[in-house]
């Protein structure tokens, strides 16, 4: 027997179906409500709306399980390569030998970026924010593929999808080596993924430069644990510009852009410089605990919280993890991670944060390891991005395989009510 959910309104009753998913989530289908009813329903930030079904990733936010396509977050970041998840992520399938290497020998063929893209990046000022000059970049793309717009040449989305992976590392390069006065690196294609990116980031004409393997390896299982995250900020602008039939390089630059918000993506950023704020100041971590929950005060403890997981975010766990190793094989020893561990302690035995369920997220401890890396805080969103970008291809692919509806919420208008026209002389 199908389950139902039913509402009575203005003296009748009304029969919805509930939909229950593969993990068994069950939400009431409304899609005939306003029809029938003459009702919408109003849930500012979609707290309790779910967008669409998908098939890509899977969060418990109660239990803190997270899995693309099937296979746990651990698994992955613990066992493949960033580019056999994104495969995964985008087709579906852990990719066989022959998929694999088609897959990475088609990005290796395209991290060069057209000549002409360099006009466009020169300019830009040496401080502009790299989140800015990445967004613009990317939706300039497709200026570049008129193919994109001719309905009779459609070429093979692949061909996008190959392009942007292959080049937003090295768009991301130019904008470092652009602050640092440093020429900028060709990708070299002997290299693979993650050390042609770490090869474009610090190489000098000046000297050999060569990828610490630990600093490969850490940059592959960041790169993993941001790959996806179902229907997030920026996931969901992607599938929203993307359900208006715009491009794959316009509904990206979206994401980016939505991305580089500091409630979202922008939190690495926002972490390290908290962390630092509290060093600097002595590292009185109780002084900024109870800050954060000083409403007056507009202080929010950054890397905290996450509107689905109430329990640890399984990425924290694994990057935490990654954080104390990846110091340790480098030899580095940061005094803010000593102060983020300290906040996370007295955080998770404060009251406020455990009635809220505020428990550290995937932003609280990256950072740590980007700085590690050598990567400067205002990168920090872009190697987030960088990460992301095969999860926003997978959703965007979902929607438009699908042939969802364009997206087009209602409201409730809460305005002026009709009046008349006033003449300037008479106002
Ligand atoms: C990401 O959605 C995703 O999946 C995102 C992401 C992904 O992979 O795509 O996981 C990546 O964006 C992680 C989140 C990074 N952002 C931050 O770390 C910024 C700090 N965190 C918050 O601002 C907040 O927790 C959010 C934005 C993450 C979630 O906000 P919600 O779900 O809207 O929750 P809320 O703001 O309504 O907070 C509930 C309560 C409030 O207190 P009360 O009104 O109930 O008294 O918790 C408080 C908030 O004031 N609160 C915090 C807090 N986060 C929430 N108080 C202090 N410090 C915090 N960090």
Not at 67 to 78: F, N, V
Not at 215 to 236: F, M, P
Not at 354 to 363: G, M
Request: contains cysteine.
């Amino acid at each position: 027997m199908a389950e139902t959910a039913k509402i009575i309104f203005d003296g009748q009753e009304f029969e919805y179906p509930v939909f229950t998913g593969s993990e068994g989530e069950k939400a009431i289908d409304i899609s005939k409500l306003r029809g029938q009813t003459g009702l919408i329903t109003l849930d500012p930030g979609y707290k309790n709306t779910g967008a669409t079904k998908s098939a890509i990733t899977f969060l418990d936010g109660e239990n803190g399980i997270l899995r693309y396509r099937g296979y746990s977050i651990e698994d992955l970041a613990e066992k493949a390569d960033f580019l056999g998840v994104a495969y995964l992520l985008i087709y579906g399938e852990l990719p066989n030998k022959e998929q694999y290497d088609n897959f990475v020998g088609g990005i290796t063929r395209h991290t060069l970026v057209n000549e002409d893209m360099r006009k466009i990046f020169d300019g830009f000022p040496v401080n502009a924010h790299p989140m800015g000059v990445m967004s613009s970049l990317v939706s300039a793309m497709c200026g570049f593929y008129p193919e994109l717009f001719d309905k009779s040449k459609e070429e093979n989305i692949d061909h996008h999808i190959v392009r942007l992976m292959a080049k937003l590392p090295t768009l991301a390069t130019w904008c470092y080596k652009k602050s640092q006065g440093h020429p900028i690196n060709y990708p070299q294609n002997k290299l693979d993924y993650c050390s042609n990116f770490l090869h474009m980031m610090f190489a000098l004409p000046v000297e050999d430069y060569h990828v610490d393997p630990v600093v490969a390896s850490a940059l592959n299982k960041l790169l993993i644990l941001h790959a996806d995250h179902e229907q997030n900020c920026s996931t969901s602008t992607v599938r929203l510009v993307g359900s208006s039939q715009a491009n794959l390089y316009s509904s990206i630059s979206a994401g980016i852009s939505a991305l580089w918000g500091p409630l979202h993506g922008g939190a690495n950023q926002e972490v390290i410089e908290m962390l630092e704020a509290i060093k600097a100041d002595g590292g009185n971590v109780k002084k900024y605990i109870d800050m954060a929950k000083d409403k007056n005060s507009n202080f929010r403890l950054m890397g905290f919280g996450h509107r689905v997981y109430k329990n640890f975010d399984p990425r924290a766990r694994i990057i935490k993890k990654a954080a104390d190793d990846v110091l340790e094989k480098l030899g580095v020893n940061d005094p803010i991670l000593d102060i983020a561990r300290g906040l996370e302690e007295a955080a998770l035995k404060d009251d406020y944060f455990v009635s809220r369920k505020l428990y550290p997220n995937v932003d609280f401890y990256s950072g740590i390891i980007y700085r590690a890396l050598g990567i400067p805080v205002n990168m920090f969103t872009v190697m987030f991005a960088i990460g992301r970008l095969p999860g926003w291809i997978a959703q965007w692919l979902e929607l438009r395989n699908e042939g969802q509806a364009i997206g087009r919420p209602r409201q409730i208008y809460t305005g002026h009510t009709a009046r008349e026209f006033v003449p300037i002389e008479n106002r």
